[in-house]
């Protein structure tokens, strides 16, 4: 029975221990958001919202570099526009109002000569990139924490003041867009490499990325649109069969 008791106890702390790991650094979240399992990343239908950006140490990251570093968060256009301007209207963050004179056409994050090329290094464009953004940043605040938690089970969470991760609130408001845009966001963390050059070092992985609001419909990932084609393809089968 104590070698049941200490098997039970081990595996129940191996299976907290792998479910801590499976946490990001960096993660997004939407107050009273959803998760959307088909284009991977945490929406809202609500024009008004608050985005959370969260850091959890783990890894390589730890407390004091998510206390001292700088991070990124990109807001950027959808459905792709550019090269040229398009008036998409404007949408208001943390009580300033930004139109497409704030953003930069291209994909993150803003380097100091950004007629250079994108690289690998740089955010991939997952169905998002290139177009116009705008990249702000900041750093997080030791006094603002909240529970451990996976922002992909838990996409609508709101910061309860426990430990476990730090976050970043931002407070968007989309009314004066256009209804064909919506918002994506991206959340990362740079270094500067002998060059000058500007590299994505570790970022919020893309089903932990976020879009607001949902009014325009997303563009799929490369791999949900193969998914979607083969079971169109069995769905024609079926039917040829059934004839």
């Known amino acids: 029975m104590r070698f049941a008791s200490r098997l039970f106890i081990a595996s129940a702390l191996t299976v907290a221990v792998s479910a801590a790991q499976a946490i990001p650094n960096l993660q997004l979240g939407i107050q009273g958001g959803t998760y959307d ?8 239908d ?3 919202f608050t985005l959370y950006a969260f850091g959890t140490p783990g890894g390589s990251v730890t407390e004091t570099e998510l206390l ?9 256009i959808a459905p792709k526009i550019g090269p040229d301007p398009v008036n998409f209207g404007s949408f208001v963050l943390d009580g300033v109002t930004r139109d ?6 291209g994909t993150p994050p803003v380097e100091l000569d950004m007629t250079s090329a994108t690289d690998p290094k740089d955010v ?6 290139e177009t116009f953004y705008l990249e702000t940043s900041f750093t997080f605040n030791a006094g603002d924490t909240t529970s451990l938690a996976n922002t992909q089970d838990d996409p609508g969470l709101t910061p309860d ?14 009314s004066g867009m256009l209804e064909a845009f919506n918002l994506h966001f991206d959340l990362y963390h740079v270094v500067t490499k002998a060059n000058g050059d500007l590299d994505v070092d570790y970022k919020a992985p893309w089903s932990h990325d976020a879009s607001a609001p949902t009014t325009a419909t997303p563009i799929p990932e490369p791999g949900t649109l193969a998914l979607m084609g083969i079971a169109l393809l069995g769905l024609g089968v079926q039917r040829k069969r059934k004839v």
């Open 46 to 48: 609500q024009k008004v």
């Open 161 to 174: 003041g426990l430990s476990g991760m730090f976050y970043k609130a931002f407070n968007l408001d989309t």
């Open 124 to 129: 991939s464009s997952h169905g998002i990139f």
């Open 100 to 105: 497409i004179n704030d953003m930069i056409f």
């Open 37 to 44: 399992p088909v284009h991977q990343d945490i929406i809202t």
């Open 68 to 76: 001292t570093e700088t991070y990124h968060l990109s807001i950027a």
